[in-house]
């Protein structure tokens, strides 16, 4: 009887390592701060990604976006006019970690490719924290760096939601 209880706790064990593991695909918000705090109001970005389940607790993959950063239109009751959005193309390494079934801590580490113009784009990283709601669906908090060229810093804080494609699995 031990022998099967041990063996069904396994096979629930396995499925929850697997529903991990998959292609995911997400977006999020941000506020902008730091040396953009003034010249952009808020940023939108699409996340996507697939993750390899290592084990219980550790995924490892790749991940690739696009972050558009919405130029400021208001200063202090006046119309500024002139300001470029700011867009980046986030190319990364992904690592998470799972202390419990639902909390994960990870990073997202690469290059971000600049694509308005004078953006150069810059070292990349990202920690999040996030929390899985249900089978396939996170919601996650992050903070984005990416170091650029030129000295400056692209900042934000940012709420996201992101779904997980599990793989099929063949026998």
Avoid: C
Wanted: hydrophobic content about 45%; glycine content about 12%.
């Amino acid at each position: 009887m031990k022998k099967i209880v041990f063996a069904i706790s396994l096979l629930f064990l396995g499925m929850g390592v697997h529903a991990q593991e998959g292609f995911k695909i997400g977006f999020h918000g941000g506020l902008p701060i730091d040396d953009f705090n003034d010249a952009v109001s808020l940023s939108l970005a699409l996340d996507t990604g697939y993750m390899f389940a290592l084990g219980e607790v550790v995924d490892l993959g790749v991940s690739a976006g696009f972050i558009h950063g919405f130029a400021e239109t208001f200063d202090s009751q006046l119309l500024v006019e002139g300001l470029p959005d700011m867009q980046f193309v986030p190319l990364a390494a992904s690592v998470r970690i799972w202390p419990s079934n639902s909390l994960s801590i990870g990073i997202d580490a690469g290059q971000a490719v600049g694509i308005n113009e004078d953006n150069e784009g810059g070292l990349y990283y990202r920690p999040i924290l996030g929390y899985l709601m249900g089978a396939f669906t996170e919601v996650n908090i992050s903070y984005t760096t990416i170091k650029m060229d030129n000295e400056l810093s692209w900042n934000s804080v940012n709420f996201g939601l992101l779904f997980t494609i599990p793989n099929k699995k063949r026998l």
